[in-house]
């Protein structure tokens, strides 16, 4: 009986990220969303699923810190069908349950997967943490961090794991840059020497289309994780 | 043998899952029940002696190469909580899934296949305990030990408990931690002659009861 492949693959860290299913079939990519209580990640996360569940299988996992409340706010807003959006308790260390012990997180995505069939991704939100909260890379192939506006113009400045490493940099709520004073300039300036090459986006997702820059990066990973997976 | 794989093995960053469990825990701070360094211990201590010693059997029993199905049963039998059976196989799953990137071989394999929804966390436990080498004594010690260092770390996060309050009541448990093992392993040597029924089958009926309780609530911390 075949259960796995005899030998550990060089990039594989769990169980559960080799880029293919039992079957041979590519398993979901699997995009991890960090960032700071408030910032608006369960919101981007809303955004997303409306934008693309017509083109894409999708699905979510949620990290709550001490409720399902993000879960059922995703549920009750219906981006989804309830069966897609799966909920993960984490012992009041959201970034223990991304980076440190992934294990409940991997098991979501896979009975999601097992339970939906063919998946073209997952999106799996973290609880909301500090800036240096970033995703294992054995759970997630590609991480958003979000922050937004109206917690400071100096969070860029100060920079962290999450704001310098992560694939893409969410800049969220410039819709409320004139009541809060912040300085949207000097938030892109320190940005993009934080960022270097690595990509960012400002957003309002109070806007219309708010969230297509984010969508297209999204696709555009979808679009490079099956060009991988099928070499 | 080597000791250094039962340091792996029980260390609490050891990533299976246990982080989001309390054990118990967050039911009993939330009652009142414990509160201090003192109700701390004796809680542990409870636990310890009960779940803790029936856990630690069915761990050296695995250790010792007995049919791991017939001791998922085993465990079945010895857990009348429905919830409790929930989070055993969870945390059986979630420990299995890191004992198979840890130590790769046949035997996890096994258990993966055949009981795809998990298997109780002390059977798996004591399985995995084997791939690495450990001799039966030591799973019951991982499983002993472990049956109180997760509700102690889960009080330092529920109660603001001064963190070196708790991690000395492990240190002031540790020679109970050994009989226990103790115990259990001279119960899983008579495995052989006379069954699964040789293992310890101790319960803790508050336990029972507040863990069916806390699994309805809506808002807690940790997932048990």
Sequence with gaps: MHLDHPVTLPQRHT???????????????????????????TATVAALCRALRDRLSLAVVTNDIYTQEDAAFLRREAVL???????????????????DDISANLEAVEQLEQALGPVDMVLIESGGDNLTATFSRGLADAQVFVIDVASGDDIPRKGGPGIT????????KTDLAPYVGADLEAMRADTRRQRKDLPFVFTSLTSDDGIRPVAEWVTERLAAWRAGATR | ???????????????????????????AVASGTVHDPASLEAFCRGRLHTAGLTAAGLAAAAATGHDPLALDDAADARTPAPALRHVARRLGRQLLRAARATWPCADLDHLAHHRPGGMHQPVVLGVVARAAGLPPPEAAHAAAFDSVSGPATAAVRLLSLDPFDATAVLARLAGECDAVAATAAEAAERVASDGVAALPAVSAPLLDITAEQHAALAVRLFAS
């Design chain 1, 81 to 99: 069908p309830p069966e897609r959006i799966s909920a993960v308790e984490t012992g009041a260390c959201p970034h223990t349950a991304i980076r």
């Design chain 1, 165 to 172: 490493t992560a694939d893409l940099l969410l800049v969220n």
């Design chain 1, 15 to 41: 169980y559960s990220a080799d880029p293919h299913r039992p079957d041979g079939s590519p398993r979901a990519l699997r995009i991890g969303f960090g960032g700071p209580v408030g910032s608006g990640k």
């Design chain 2, 1 to 27: 043998m080597s000791r250094t794989a039962l340091l792996v093995l029980a260390d609490g960053r050891f990533p299976a899952g246990g982080h989001a469990h309390s054990g118990g825990m967050e039911a």
